[in-house]
């Protein structure tokens, strides 16, 4: 192996049971970078809701979801550079929009094909394929299951 393997940053993440049908999901960053992670999960009321960036800091963890959804989907990027982090025991992905520096939410609103995107103390309403605002992308979201302990090493 290379010697930059040697410096590879490992995060623990945990989703598990803390109460009787609740679930929470930690992630604890061991390597010497920021960790930013946003989650998505469905709602009772039907919508898929998205939020990030949790900035989790070198050596710090977070509890960055606690819910009574068993399953949930993590974007988790490592570094200045936002390298991608892939669950090891994913079983699917898929994209939700976010934002690329601050804080924001997303939700799939009362209307087909419409999402409401939040950001900085603002509200837009996202329809079909129009352009997305600026800052905004497509992430990709990997699904997990509760219960789970797994590292990833980068």
Request: aromatic share 14%; glycine share 8%; charged share 20%.
């Amino acid at each position: 192996m290379r010697a930059s393997m040697l410096t590879t940053c490992v995060i623990t993440l945990t989703l598990g049971f803390s109460r009787a049908g609740l679930a929470d999901y930690r992630v604890v960053n061991h390597s010497n970078e920021v960790v930013n992670v946003a989650i998505t999960f469905h709602m009772s009321n039907g919508h898929v809701f998205t939020k990030g960036w949790d900035f989790i800091r070198p050596n710090e963890e977070k509890t960055v979801y606690f819910g009574n959804e068993a399953r949930i989907c993590v974007a988790i990027l490592s570094g200045p550079n936002r390298t991608q982090i892939t669950p090891g025991n994913s079983y699917g992905a898929f994209d939700r929009y976010a934002h690329v520096f601050s804080a924001f939410a997303n939700e799939d609103d009362d209307f087909p094909g419409t999402a409401r995107l939040q950001w900085e103390g603002r509200v837009y309403f996202q329809k079909g394929n129009a352009p997305l605002p600026p800052g905004w992308y497509i992430q990709r979201f990997f699904i997990v299951n509760g219960n789970e302990r797994f590292e990833v090493h980068v």
